[in-house]
Structures are given as C-alpha cells and as structure tokens.
C-alpha cells in the first residue's frame, strides 16, 4: 500500500549536477525520517543524507559540501541535490523514509527501488 518511487538519475560528467527525487504514495499517517543511501560496485550499502520530520540534517562525510538534502513534507517528497559530482559517486541510489501508517504505531522502513546514478571522468 505504501511505495517509494526515485526519478532523476542518470550519467554526468565530473563535476555536474543531478537533482535526484523520491515521492512516498499509498496509505500513510506520517512520515519520520526521510533519506538517501546509496550501493556502488563492491561496496557495502552507506547512508548518503537523512532528514527528518523536523528539518535535521545529516550527511556522510564524503557528501559534505557538496550534496543538499531538503524534503516537501506536503507533497511526501524527498530530494537530494547532488553538486560537484566526482566518480567515487557512482552509485545506485535508494529512497529510504520511515513511515506510520497508522497513529501510535511503530515506523516501518520503506525503500525504493533505486536509480543509477554514473559520474564520468
């Protein structure tokens, strides 16, 4: 009843830009924290950005600087603004937000499918 759904992603050069987008549809109360992690080739699944309900912020410390994560709670919208890209960034990237379906109820964790994210030299 619940799903993430990631758009965004694509190839760019060293140095670009991508606005990466993530929209939280279905049956939901509310929505705790919202977040990107990101898989490359080899490696280990890591946290990219997290935001929650109330705005805090927090990044990986290879993000820092160059990656702004913001979020449209009207809209159930996570974004991630992905700035100086280098090819370390490679990656696919995952929606992630922890979501009440009902009032009182624990938040259960919901990912998206993923969109290929390719930084080129």
């Known amino acids: 009843q619940v799903q993430l759904v990631e758009s965004g992603g694509g190839l760019v050069q060293a140095g670009g830009s991508l606005r990466l987008s993530c929209a939280a549809s279905?049956?939901?109360?509310?929505?705790?924290?919202m977040g990107w992690y990101r898989q490359a080739p080899g490696k280990q699944r890591e946290a990219v950005a997290v935001i929650t309900n109330g705005g805090s912020t927090n990044y990986a410390d290879s993000v820092k600087g160059r990656f702004t994560i913001s979020r449209d709670n009207a809209k159930n919208t996570v974004y991630l603004q992905m700035n100086s890209l280098k090819p370390g960034d490679t990656a696919v990237y995952y929606c992630?937000?922890?979501?009440?379906?009902?009032?009182?109820?624990?938040?259960?964790?919901?990912w998206g499918k993923g969109t290929l994210v390719t930084v080129s030299s």
């Open positions: 279905g049956s939901i109360f509310s929505i705790n924290a």
């Open positions: 992630y937000a922890d979501i009440l379906r009902y009032s009182g109820y624990d938040a259960i964790s919901y």
